[in-house]
């Protein structure tokens, strides 16, 4: 197999900024990463703005999630009686271990030692197939571009498209080289790659006893859940094997059948800039001689729980995974997902991961500008540039860094001190004023001559001209 | 008769005087008085945004002694204005954002002026900096007073609405992100040909400008110094 990138960094990983490096450093990535997501935010402005409503539904959707957000325990109960009496079976689970465990032992009492999978995020945070793997048992991903990813043994490094960071030639040769009944003289044709990704599939899907799928929305009110999908892989493995097994984060509740109104509206426009995705199942427990015989829900913390007790930081629970944060951001655009170190990347995932997983990823609030430009997509209003602050002043702070700062502070509040060291700029600056400009610093302000100039203070500040003026 | 403070931001304070210089010109072209309070520093928003938040708070509480007896307070800084409209109430619960206003605003909002009586004839185009105009909800504000200026040429600037790479602590903690976003902004910028790049944040300009003194591409200049023009 021919590809221009190294398999995506494991979890433990270097820091963001020197990641991030890597990935500047790799041109073939950052002109396929360009290309996509700037395709993705043209296509999501243009069915946007075909909505009058929009600004409501993005209230409507924010003020149904902070609902949940106070009622987790009662709604999440609710979900749990109404699911079991439409005959399904609801585990519940504090970590991921705990629902990897609980769904391998229900694939084993079914009687399977492999499952094929709808693309989920919550099995992705708990690392299902790499447990699966380690259990003897063997989890196939059905989704093209989740597929892409488990053969090239690469991880995914964008929430809605985890092969994003591929071109249509490297997926070629990932088919070539890692997919047993590739056919022969397989050309990089959109078309053709997805027929070999399809004849590859069906085997699958007619031999599979079990499924493993996610949820984007659980409702409450009627113990449903709701699957949003583009391929049709997901409807395939929700109706034919005889075992489904659903992990669900206790985030995704909704109260009430008729809020789908509402995100169902929302949630196409976001990801994949359609007023509509062509497969939404919607199931309710079991139903006999339809669809799946055996119904397991596991209803996922994972330290969800945690995030909540969080004022500032709980409306990261309000995401409904559409990923128009990561396609507007321009950190996103240019490092790519795997630079984040989580499975969650971009700017949901730089206040998601440091929530869900506290004290290791404490660099991920800084992986951003704070240009704003997430919240202003956000098709449920969480304000990212809020929470990244927020989760700045949480801590850790670098020892000098913090010195630095109380020292400016110090200054800064002392306006007759503030004065002195203006002078002093001005007076240490002299021979470069004529220059105007400085193209040399020491570290650490060398991290900002490296591409940029330093203007040099001037002659006659704003406050002498004003003294003079007022004489 | 209402007071009107001058908010200049410590960046101006320390290395742009032509650009407070030109919002009291234009302000009093228009006929109104404006007080300079010797006292003021910065509005607190490197250490907010960087985490510093006890730090910041003492900066919001000593802005607000300084402005306590104005009525209206402008700043040619969209940035600052939001910090002070969106992280005071939260760090000293003041409420004196309320009465703080990005030069655009005071003039189309308070004043209900469109056209300063600017003229400037130079080509120019516009960068949309992300806290003015996300943050503190600019729009076209700052444009809409470019287009009035007489002789004024404007070009539309690529991709605008991209950040590009300041985000304060950010360029020196992830310098390389920072550059490659730079470096896209600087190539729209001298694609356009424009004489000038105009914004309504110094701090953006510092960035842009000090990537385009490597590069080559048009001078950065705040709008105010374009309002305040009568070439």
Redo the contacts between chains.
């Keep these: 197999m021919t590809t221009a990138f190294p398999p995506g960094r494991s979890l433990r990983s270097p820091k ?2 020197e990641s ?2 890597v990935a ?1 450093g790799m041109p073939q990535l ?1 002109s396929n990463l360009a290309h996509a997501t700037g395709t993705i935010r043209g296509k999501r402005a243009t069915v946007v703005g075909e909505l009058d409503d929009w600004e409501s539904l993005r209230d409507a959707a924010a003020a149904i999630k902070a609902d949940v957000q106070h009622r987790m325990p009662e709604l999440a109960v609710a979900f749990e009686r109404k699911a079991t009496e439409a005959g399904a079976t609801v585990h519940w689970a504090r970590d991921g271990a705990e629902a990897n465990r609980i769904a391998a032992r229900i694939t084993r009492e079914a009687g399977a030692d492999e499952v094929v999978k709808v693309k989920s995020m919550a099995t992705q945070e708990i690392e299902l197939n790499e447990h699966f793997e380690a259990e003897g048992l063997k989890a196939w991903e059905t989704d093209l571009a989740e597929l892409i990813v488990q053969l090239a043994e690469d991880r995914p490094s964008h929430i809605l498209v985890p092969a994003i960071h591929y071109n249509r030639t490297e997926i070629r040769d990932i088919f070539k080289g890692r997919m047993s009944d590739a056919p022969t003289g397989l050309t990089d044709e959109p078309a053709a790659l997805a027929e070999a990704a399809r004849l590859h599939l069906r085997r699958r899907f007619l031999s599979a006893k079990v499924a493993v799928s996610g949820a984007n929305f659980a409702v409450a009110e009627t113990g449903s859940l709701v699957v949003v999908e583009s391929e049709g892989n997901g409807r395939m493995c929700l109706t034919m094997p005889r075992t489904l097994i659903s992990v669900v984060g206790v985030e995704k509740l909704l109260p009430r059948f008729e809020d789908l109104e509402v995100f169902m509206q929302l949630l196409p426009r976001s990801s994949t800039g359609e007023r509509m995705n062509p497969y939404t199942s919607i199931w309710t427990g079991a139903t006999g001689g339809d669809g799946p015989e055996d119904v397991h829900i596991i209803l996922l913390d994972n330290g969800r729980t945690d995030v909540l007790a969080d004022e500032v930081g709980r409306q990261a629970l309000s995401c409904i995974r559409c990923s128009a944060c990561l396609n507007v951001c ?2 996103y655009e ?2 790519g997902g795997h630079a984040y170190g989580h499975v969650y990347p971009g700017p949901i995932g730089a206040i998601l991961a440091p929530q869900l997983e506290p004290g290791r990823h404490d660099d991920l ?9 997430c ?2 997509v956000c098709p449920v209003k969480i304000n990212i ?2 929470v990244l ?1 927020h989760l ?4 850790p ?1 670098h020892v000098g ?2 010195a630095a ?2 020292a ?2 110090a200054v ?2 002392r ?1 007759r001190l ?1 004065r002195a060291a ?1 002078g002093a ?1 001005r007076f240490f600056s002299l021979p470069w004023r004529k220059r105007g ?1 400085v193209r040399r610093l020491p570290w ?1 302000a060398s ?2 001559t ?6 040099v ?2 002659k ?4 002498d ?2 003294k003079e003026r007022e004489r | 008769m209402s007071r009107i403070g001058l908010f200049i931001t410590c960046v101006n304070d320390a290395l742009y005087p032509q650009t407070p210089k030109a919002v009291v010109a234009v302000l009093e072209r228009l006929g109104y008085d404006v007080d300079f309070p010797q006292a003021q520093t910065c509005c607190g928003q490197m250490h907010a945004n960087s985490g510093y938040r006890k730090d910041a708070a003492k900066l919001a509480k000593s802005f607000e002694r300084t402005f306590a007896g104005y009525d209206a307070i402008v700043t040619p800084s969209g940035s600052c204005a939001a910090m002070t409209r969106d992280q005071y109430p939260d760090l000293t619960g003041t409420d004196i954002g309320d009465r703080v206003y990005e030069l655009s605003e005071f003039l189309l909002d308070h004043a209900g002026v469109e056209d300063v009586g600017a003229s400037f004839p130079h080509t120019v185009t516009y960068h949309p900096t992300c806290h003015g105009t996300r943050a503190l909800g600019l729009g076209d504000k700052p444009l809409r007073l470019l287009r009035a200026v007489d002789r004024i040429e404007l070009v539309d600037l690529p991709e605008a609405d991209q950040c590009c790479g300041f985000g304060g602590t950010f360029a020196l903690k992830n310098s390389e992100v920072s550059s490659a976003m730079l470096d896209d902004k600087c190539r729209h910028a001298a694609d356009t040909g424009a004489e000038y790049l105009a914004a309504a944040d110094n701090s953006c300009l510092t960035h842009i400008g000090g990537g385009i003194g490597r590069v080559g591409g048009p001078r950065p200049i705040h709008y105010a110094e374009i309002l305040a023009s009568t070439t």
């Design positions: 963001f900024a991030a490096k500047l950052r321009p950190v240019r490092t609030p800084y992986a951003s500008s704070l240009c704003g430009a919240y202003e540039p809020e602050v700045r002043q949480q801590g702070h860094e913090k700062m109380g400016a502070e800064m509040a306006p503030w203006l700029a400009s650490p991290k900002w490296v591409s940029r100039d330093m203007p203070p001037p006659e500040t704003f406050r001209w004003w």
